[in-house]
């Protein structure tokens, strides 16, 4: 064990763990990554393209090198941040990317073939044979290089998704986000600070920094006990905001349980969509690297996670008692030395690349000196210093570098915004073309000096709230020293070795310069040519360092050589918790008939359409193909009488003096002629002139309709006739609403449905005389309920549809099978209700398809000409009006077979070109009162051609048929039955 | 009478009720509902002795309800008259503009809570994008809700009606009662 002092855990409750199956222990507070440096484990993983050993780099979300895998069976997460992981009793985490042992990887093999893995391998190396590429290549890279596994089960855990609002959101709880955050819940204002990390504090809680002279948590501590008091605060630990959208919307991930085992009940995280008038972005910076000759072995941590390993959490990397040594460019990497002496480790020194660097303490400083090599082959045991042209070995545990703070931008470079270089504190700011209402404040902002973060966070918490009008109070805030800050623009330590950059990638100094020499010369073109700030870091601890070195070999300073663009997310966010928590059959909300139990309960199968859900078919005990089912039930209404839910079809109440006059410009035919009490088919077309879609208008009273619509265009036909009324022809007096749920509407269909309605109507004549053909009537049945009658038929036959208030539907579905069951009523779903409209020739979706007219379907007469309508004049244009197709009828030739939907019409012999291509087959289907597979489809003058034999051709399958053009209405061409 | 049995929304013979925690939702099959527009140029009526609201306002009267629903345009219920007809009934007190029956077009649930506002602006906080803060007791909004689309109606701090297309009563069912026992339970 390598405890220090103090620290901020708490020993008294100490968690079990193991790491590759070995068990540890570890204590409440810790990360995965504290708890094992504490354990001694330093060697946690495996490069991603040489198989390097690794260890801990970081102490937050910028992580490159300490991936893992958390958790097993289906709960395994691969490539999760030990370092941000928290540590519970019972976690279990494993090693990556190596095969054998963590230890003894057998692919570090890869690390003396480095010089073949150099930038831009991959484009290189595997070009030849081609063939190679996805059985051979591929599958070997992605083993030899990578990160974890995913373990291919379904996560067992749920997710959730919600909405939060706020005055002003305060993105990290540190210095500046607490004092942000105290300055506006002090206001009244509405404020939600979150923070990534699971105890509020930030860098104060990792620095030594004293607070009103005692120990920075104390004062945080009181901070957070004032916010959490304040009913206008909301704290929010363990969450990510990952990205800045717009109009103030930020999302955010609440790692509801990733602190737990198992979630249990709850979720595992949470998706937040925050809506905020203004954000404080106080998400802090982050510490850059200087990249040197075998920078990468275990035990070289940045400084600042150095100090927050010894003062956080009481541990250090390395062999306990070795001395540790500090290589910095400037004053910051000092505090790591004091730091560690204060708690009593022995230090090496610091080496400072200044020549004039002064100590802070009593400890030696080899100034104008760099670290030019290390040792060590699964930890750092020695490093070279090189000063003046004299290298020197020194034994050492463990090496921190200090190369200067990167002030975190990301969120702040969303919206396109550009960070901006400032050359006093060598580092990028947040530009001022960032999202609206967002203000950094500050290490974020380049404010990073405990005090002047205080401030800057009471400053930028002030100008958000005067942004939306409310006056922020005085906050006192504790006395704070900010320490020396001075820096030399040292970026990497020149040398033939390879110096890493990107730990994540494997990108090193020569990588950089061999992407130059190869012409790379745009940041992006780099990014891509080196992966360099890919994966799952991003390049947190990497990318200014690698500009640095690429405006180095250009010859160009580091703002003209420009940062690469910044997208969501700041951190991975999971694709569970991405979907919002809805899986399977809540994925999407279904919709469901009025009759769906009484359906289910008689066995139906159902369909989607659209949100809908609507019964198939019927299937009966013995029948064995669905097709003696449909054909059953398609049977049944051309000899008997069939029923079927048709709820589904839209169906849009129009009101008001000018209804009449309104629906004349929204149908193409005319419609304001239509008498009281009866129906007339519609047809809708687009504003190009082509159909759009077709139904029933109703008129029930001399200023009341009732429009239908095909299920699928119910919502799509409303918002068009609302779109009509509001910006057309806003003078019209009309009033429309749907009504698509208020009521079941049951088609009863077939030669026996008027006997079977005359059963439950309540005293309404239904003769053919007093309720013909396209009559329609409010009456009542079944002893007084409210209905609505229609008599139109889809199906060719004497048939009507029914409505009645939804409640009753299902009560109205059994009542009809009770009262019919002499005259065979059946009940038949969509199946059957596809067979008999083919039939019949009547047109759906797949003859109405958006590229298709009303000439086509042979209804060219129906877009009056005595008046204007949506799409008349486009449907007179030249081509438009020329369109030759019309809908046929087509049989199979010869030996009967089903003609396949889709299938291309050719003249026989002819060759299979574009430009030999007569029309299309819509619809297809077996019928069983033909005798024979049907089809519909749409022919180059199609309606002058009956008995013509073409071929029916579907190239992609090799299939192709004779068939005989007939006419589209295989049943009662007249339409005897219907009006009978 | 007619002697064909009614079911709820949600498939029931009588209206479903859950508890989680200090929530509470319940299945209101007994709101008679109709929409009540305005003929162009037209002045509102005031059923039953209701004030229609404005923009995102709903009123609630000792018989009657009302909430806005687009301009000129407002739902009006009634509890207790589910099964009856409740657009003629509205018709004969809102003469001269357009109503529609609407009570089997929606389906209303309703959530209470015994524990004041609270616990329903953490329920609303899972599934709709408003914030709790601008729907206080007379507010109404149309939202989406799940990839449904829904009114909310709050009626006090602690009873906030969500009214969806009776086809996704299920669906929304599951969407209520999962959050509340999420939080809740």
Known sequence: ?????????????????????????????????????????????????????????AAGSEEPNALVTLREGARAEPNTRATVAELYAGLTARSQN???????????????????????????????????????????????????????????DAYDKGFLHCDLLVIGAGAAGLAAALTAGRAGARVILADEDFRPGGRLLSESDLLDEAPASDWVAAVHAELAALPNVRIMPRTTVFGVYDHGIYGAVERVADHLPTPGDGVRQTLWRITAKRAVLAAGAIERHIPFADNDRPGILLAGAMRAYANRWATLPGRAGAPVAVFTNGDDGHRTALDLRAKGVPLLGVVDTREHAQAFGDYEVFRGATVTGTRGRRGVTAIEITRGGKAKWHDVGALAVAGGWNPNVHLASHHRGRPVWNPDLLAFVPGADGPRGLFPAGAAAGQGGTGAALADGVRAATAALADIGVTAPEVTLPAATDFASAQAAFWHVPGKRRAWVDFQNDVTVKDITLAHNENMRSVEHLKRWTTLGMATDQGKTANISALAVMAEITGRTIPETGTTVFRPPYTGVSLSVLGGGDTGKHFRPERLTPTHDWAAAQGATFTEVGAWLRAQMFPRAGEDHWRTTVDREARAVRSAVGICDVTTLGKIDVQGTDAAEFLNRVYANMMATLKVGRVRYGLMLREDGHLYDDGTCARLGEDHFVVTTTTANAGPVYRNMEFAHQCLWPELDVQMISTTDAWAQIAVAGPKSRTLLERIVDDTDLSNEAFPFMACAELTICDGLRARLFRISFSGELAYELAVPARYGAALMARLMEAGEDLGVTPYGTEALGVLRIEKGHATGAEITGQTTASMLGLGKMV?????????????????????????????????????????????????????????????????????????????????RMGEVIVAANPLEGQEMAVEVVSPHFVDPEGVRLRD | MTDLTPVTALGDATARQARFGALRLAERPDVGLASLALRKGGSAPAPFGLVLPGPGKAVFGEKASAYWTGPDQWMIEVPGQGTGDFAAALREVAPGVSITEQTDGFTVFEVTSDSGGASIDALMAKLVNVDPAALGPGRATRTGLHHMTVFLVRRSQDRLDVIAMRSFARALWHALSVAAERLEG
Not at chain 1, 870 to 890: C, D, F, H, N, Q
């Open chain 1, 98 to 156: 190596h095969v054998g042992t963590l230890e003894r990887d057998l692919l570090a093999v890869n690390d003396l073939l480095s010089p073949m893995f150099a930038a831009g391998f991959y484009y290189k190396t595997f070009m030849w044979p081609r063939a190679f590429w996805e059985k051979l290549y591929e599958p070997a890279i992605r083993r030899a290089a990578g990160l974890g596994a995913l373990s291919l089960e379904p996560d067992p």
């Open chain 1, 864 to 944: 009056s000409v005595k008046k204007d309508s949506i799409g008349a004049v486009m449907s007179r244009r030249e081509g438009l009006a020329a369109e030759a197709r019309r809908l046929v009828g087509l049989k199979p030739v010869g030996d009967d077979a089903p003609i396949p939907a889709g299938s291309h019409l050719f003249i026989k012999g002819a060759s299979r070109t574009l430009e030999t291509d007569q029309g299309w087959v819509t619809s297809a289907c077996y019928s069983p009162g033909v005798g024979s597979h049907i089809a519909l489809g749409y022919l180059e003058h199609g309606d002058t």
């Open chain 1, 1 to 57: 064990m390598t405890r220090l002092t103090g620290g901020l855990i708490d020993r008294d409750t100490p968690l079990d763990f193991t790491f590759n199956g070995r068990s540890y222990t570890g204590f409440a507070g810790d990360t995965l990554a504290s708890a094992l440096m504490a354990n001694g484990v330093d060697l946690v993983g495996r490069s991603f393209k040489y198989h390097r050993p690794r260890g801990v780099f």
